[in-house]
């Protein structure tokens, strides 16, 4: 594997390591006596250290060096990392994604805040080193430290591993772990003692024995090559043999081998750095049985599977279209019914199997928001609880990714304007001195809703209307439901904030993510209470590349409404139709009022003018409000793969795509922000 290739998956790894640390010292934060997140982190930080040191990224290798010295202290340690030290915990991961990109780019220099932050680190240890009472030193400390009573450095002891079998524990299986580490260890950041220490994680240390050359002439010593030949370890454990080896998982193949020891059969399963496993056989036995490694996951190129899922959907196209072929429906015969349905079923169970690999939990998304809260939080000086709910939600793997931004802003937006500004102002309204900020997720029908909910002050109705009355965006002759008040917040640069933060203002910056939101057709709703809280709802479908619409037909042409959009669809009484001027159309629909909006006229199409109450009017709500379009004639409700226009066709307004059809006739399918 080439260099270059490396390099890519070491980036791709150290990305997802430094999300987790950030997401790990957060959840430490809220449970200081938790161990095993600190070891988490420790573990986060050491495997990018070794890393950073393989591929000469001077300058990330110190920082986490040091930073990784601090980690392994508290480890360690029975002091408890204080709210100070997790704020330096935090901005050094902060520091630790901007120097990636410094020597990912190969910039010049360091990030800012690089050395103030390492600083900060460096004094952690010296203050917190000074408040504990100083150890004795003694040549036993290292024995002690392993737990291992027969630390020999030298291989005067003969190995009996007749003696270790007694000294297991229940369940504990023993492992014979070899290192030969090459003379450049050091220079990659590794030692023998550390792999000493991070093995007490998975199992307990029985006994090692030290190959160690013998050194007479001094001069010639160099302290910075690895001059010990081979190291052997006994360790008892409970984990697998797997486990045992992911402690070196950043050596070469050559340096290490763990092997599983059997006490009967004298059965020895032999690991080496992600080989194979063999197991050989007690001694009568004339063959050895080989068993490979199994793995539970697998990492596929994410243009891979978008190309496996343009397949599927061409697949589902075709086998529409065999469904409904004239010729083949004439063919009387069950054998070639029985096939048809039975090609059917399959095909949907494929679309269905392809789908869900794209679909992911939402929990990794939600997660990186504690952060976006916790910042905030202390930005502001508010004291602020973040509640996450519904985290196994899974959804389409694209949505995720574009749905981070609007999330970051509007959960801001929460803390900043929606949180009363201070616990007093939240004591007088009766209520707790935190404030809350609910971040939820689940199914409902088709789609998926994500909801950020507070429990502030909620929008100011009148202040919101009266501010859009000043810009020009409303009239005052416009009768507005609530929902269409609250949606001006929505508009370019519309703010009512008295003050402009430079953390977030209710309304600055909310156009963008109400696009980014249209972006993956989705819809963003909003509802508040004043005094009580603000509730903004992101709507979505289940995936980005097959919708739920409605097929209708207009001027013998076929379209696809989006259900997304759709209420309801009826036809009128003819005393529930009304013309203003002689032109305008309105259809009174319970007690609202309507502005119908015909489909061919909108479209420009060869069209005749029936008259409303004999065609068909679906109900469609969008940001402007809701209004009916007429149609000749309802054809179903229908899934279809969505192709995109090419960029001839891109900017046709009212049109957002194509679908082939299972007769093999292209249908449009309608932007409905664009029809009225």
Not at 165 to 173: C, G, V
Not at 536 to 553: E, K
Request: hydrophobic share 40%; glycine share 6%.
């Amino acid at each position: 594997m080439s260099k270059e290739k490396l390099k890519q998956i070491f980036i791709e790894e150290a990305t997802e390591i430094i999300e987790k640390m950030d997401i790990d010292i957060l959840n430490f934060e809220e449970s200081p006596s938790d161990k095993g997140l600190l070891n988490e982190i420790f573990r986060g930080v050491h495997t990018l250290k070794g890393s950073a040191n393989a591929f000469n990224f001077s300058r990330l290798g110190e920082f986490v060096h040091h930073f990784e010295d601090v980690l392994d202290f508290f480890r360690s340690s029975d002091v408890a990392p204080n709210a100070s030290h997790v704020d330096v915990f935090l901005e050094g991961v902060t520091v630790i994604k901007e120097t990636l990109v410094y020597e990912v780019e190969d910039q010049s220099g360091t990030p800012n805040g690089y050395e103030a932050c390492l600083e900060k680190i460096r004094n952690i240890i010296l203050h917190v080193k000074s408040q504990e009472e100083p150890k004795s030193v003694t040549s036993n400390d290292l024995a002690l430290e392993f737990g291992n009573d027969d630390f020999e450095m030298t291989p005067q002891k003969k190995e009996n591993e007749e003696e270790f079998f007694s000294a297991l524990q229940k369940d504990e299986k023993l492992f014979k772990i070899t290192l030969k580490l090459d003379t450049d260890i050091y220079l990659r950041g590794f030692d023998h003692f550390l792999f000493f220490k991070n093995l007490l994680h998975v199992g307990r240390i029985l006994s090692s024995f030290w190959q160690i050359p013998q050194c007479d002439d001094l001069e010639s010593f160099n302290a910075e090559n690895n001059e010990i030949k081979e190291v052997t370890v006994y360790l008892a454990s409970l984990k697998m043999v797997e486990d045992i080896a992911d402690v070196f998982a950043f050596l070469e193949t050559e340096e290490f081998e763990v092997m599983l020891v059997s006490p009967h059969q004298k059965e020895v399963e032999v690991f080496k750095n992600e080989e194979k496993i063999e197991v050989k056989e007690e001694i009568k036995e004339e063959k050895s049985k080989t068993v490979v490694a199994q793995k539970s996951f697998l990492k596929i190129d994410s243009q891979k599977l978008d190309e496996l899922f343009d397949s599927i959907g061409e697949l589902v196209i075709a086998q529409n279209y065999l469904g409904e072929n004239s010729k083949i429906k004439a063919v009387k015969d069950a054998e070639v019914t029985k096939t048809i349905e039975n090609l059917s079923k399959i095909t949907k169970l494929i679309q269905n199997r392809v789908m869900g690999l794209r679909m992911i939990p939402i929990r990794d998304t939600f997660e990186k928001m504690k952060r976006v809260a916790r910042d905030s939080s202390k930005k502001v000086n508010k004291p602020i609880h973040l509640v996450l709910e519904g985290e196994d939600t899974e959804i389409d793997k694209t949505m995720v990714e574009a749905l981070s931004d609007p999330l970051i802003h509007i959960i801001r937006n929460s803390i900043d304007h929606g949180i009363e500004s201070t616990p007093a102002d939240r004591l007088k309204a009766g209520k707790e001195e935190e404030g809350v900020v609910t971040l939820s997720a689940y199914h409902k029908g088709g789609n998926i809703i994500i909801e950020v909910r507070d429990d502030g002050r909620g929008i100011n109705k009148q202040k919101v209307y009266q501010k859009a009355l000043e810009r020009g965006i409303i009239n005052a002759s416009d009768e507005l439901s609530d929902a269409q008040v609250y949606g001006l917040i929505m508009q370019p640069g519309f703010s009512t904030a008295d003050t402009i933060s430079d953390l977030s203002g209710r309304g600055v910056g909310l156009d963008v993510v109400r696009n980014a939101i249209e972006g993956v057709r989705g819809k963003i709703d909003i509802v508040s209470a004043e005094g009580k809280g603000s509730t903004f709802s992101i709507v979505l479908p289940l995936t980005l590349a097959i919708i739920d619409g409605m097929i209708v037909r207009c001027s013998d042409k076929i379209y696809i409404i989006p259900t997304l959009s759709i209420i309801e669809s009826f036809r009128p009484q003819q005393e529930s139709v009304h013309i203003a001027g002689g032109k305008e159309e309105f259809v009174q629909l319970r007690s609202e009022l309507l502005p119908i909006i015909r489909l061919a006229r909108a479209l420009e199409l060869e069209h005749t003018s029936p008259n409303p109450w004999e065609s068909t009017l679906v109900c469609i709500e969008n940001d402007k409000g809701k209004f009916a379009l007429l149609v000749d004639e309802l054809v179903g409700r229908q899934q279809v793969v969505i192709k995109t226009l090419g960029k001839f066709f891109a900017k046709t307004e009212g049109v957002s795509g194509g679908a082939v059809m299972g007769n093999g006739e292209v249908a449009l399918i309608l932007n409905v922000e664009e029809l009225y």
